[in-house]
Structure formats: C-alpha cells, structure tokens
C-alpha cells in the first residue's frame, strides 16, 4: 500500500468517524519539537487504549506515525498535526 492510498484511506476513515475525543486533541497547537514528539507519545496512546484494532488498520495506523516523525524532524508541525489526527481517525473507527 503506498503512502498515498494509506493517506485516502486514513482521510477518509477520519472523515467518516466522529469521535469526541478527536476534536479535543485535534485543536492541539504543534509549534514545537518537543510539542510534536508529545502529540506523537499521546497518539500512540490511542491505539494502546484500543486493543481492538485491525492488523491492517494498525500497519497503516503505524505508517502514519512515522511520517508525522518525519515531519516533526523537519519542522513541519502543521503537517504533523494533520497526520496524527489522521492516525487518531483511523484508530477511532476501529
């Protein structure tokens, strides 16, 4: 599965599932690196309170949090934070 299609499919799973608590993280503000390695620490708790989660969903689940490093890592915070809300999505719909 390629990059793209695992950003579709994470936009549209995120797109399609309403969870209460992703609107609360979502207005998170990322302007920092220490703020976005916190915003990843706190979206890999999602999945850990999740144990539900399909392999396939948890593959793509995983994809998504590295590129949100690597946006990190490159100072691209607002990037990061569309991607770990994404990651958020696809968990919730699990």
């Known amino acids: 599965m390629s990059l793209s299609s ?11 599932s309403l969870a209460p608590f992703a609107t609360a993280v ?3 503000e990322i302007a920092s690196l220490p703020a976005c390695e916190q915003a990843i620490t ?3 708790k999602t999945k850990d309170e999740n144990p539900a989660v399909a392999e396939q969903t948890e593959a793509v689940f ?3 949090i590295e ?6 890592a490159a ?3 607002h990037d990061a934070a569309a ?3 994404q990651a958020r ?3 919730a719909a699990e």
């Open 67 to 72: 590129q949100a490093r690597n946006e990190c």
């Open 75 to 77: 100072n691209s915070f």
């Open 62 to 64: 995983d994809q998504l």
């Open 6 to 16: 695992v950003k579709k499919t994470a936009a549209f799973v995120g797109f399609m």
């Open 26 to 28: 979502s207005a998170q």
């Open 83 to 85: 991607t770990l809300n």
């Open 42 to 44: 706190d979206t890999l």
């Open 89 to 91: 999505s696809l968990v």
